[in-house]
């Protein structure tokens, strides 16, 4: 399977938005650490030099030939092209960050995290929230859905318990509403319309999402764990 990798150079740039997810999950991980979907290896590197043993899957030829390269100095790196049913062994940690929402078969995809989680061990999703958002954007990226808290709230996976389900980027839901309306056949934003979000908003909607609660937003964050 290969993904539209224009999407990917564009939001490598959001560096702020990376930072605060990594912020509000890093409590949660832990050695042994399998991020699933890795892309080009934009969120990896905010937490990969904490870990001794981290492995990064893709089904994307072009995305493995970027992350070997970035990461081939990094012995506590393995770039794997391999479905997580594929893999061997089980992890602590298991990240699917704007990943799951590529996948049709999203709940077989969480069962199988799952079975490949240890006890105790925490499977973090990160997805694009609100379908009445889907945009042409979406589907030029191979999104199948955007999200909604019923989602995860109705599926009752076996073998693990909720400890969290919140919405994340107040200020980017507002964004992304106008934004479909004003520029109808945009397929992918541009360079400036990234920064603008990233630098400007995403520092109010940190503050915005906390006073908040995390009720309101573009994306849906949740965490699982593993039963012992």
């Not at 069962?111 to 945009?135: C, F, M, R, W």
Request: aromatic share 16%; with cysteine; glycine share 4%.
């Amino acid at each position: 399977m290969q993904y539209p990798g224009k999407e990917l150079e564009i939001f490598d740039h959001a560096t702020v938005w990376r930072k605060y997810v990594h912020s509000l999950t890093k409590k949660y991980f832990k050695d042994n650490f399998l991020e699933v979907g890795a892309g080009i290896g934009s969120f990896t590197t905010n937490y990969f030099a904490n870990f001794k043993n981290v492995i990064l899957c893709d089904l994307d030829k072009e995305n493995i030939k970027i992350l070997k390269t970035k990461f081939n100095q990094n012995k506590n790196i393995t770039v794997i092209d391999k479905r997580i049913n594929e893999l061997e062994g089980k992890f602590d940690t298991i990240i699917y960050l704007n990943v799951l929402e590529h996948i049709k078969e999203d709940i077989d995809e969480i069962n199988s995290a799952i079975d490949k989680l240890n006890p105790e061990g925490h499977l973090i999703i990160l997805v694009p929230a609100h379908q009445k958002l889907y945009t042409k954007f979406d589907k030029a990226i191979g999104h199948y859905r955007r999200y909604n808290l019923n989602f995860f709230i109705e599926n009752k996976f076996s073998k693990v318990d909720m400890r969290e389900l919140i919405f994340l980027d107040f200020l980017g839901y507002i964004l992304y509403f106008f934004n479909k309306i004003f520029f109808k056949e945009e397929v992918y934003p541009s360079k400036l319309k990234i920064f603008i979000w990233d630098k400007i908003f995403t520092p109010i909607t940190i503050f915005l999402d906390y006073i908040t609660r995390y009720k309101f937003g573009k994306n849906i964050m949740c965490v699982y764990k593993k039963n012992r």
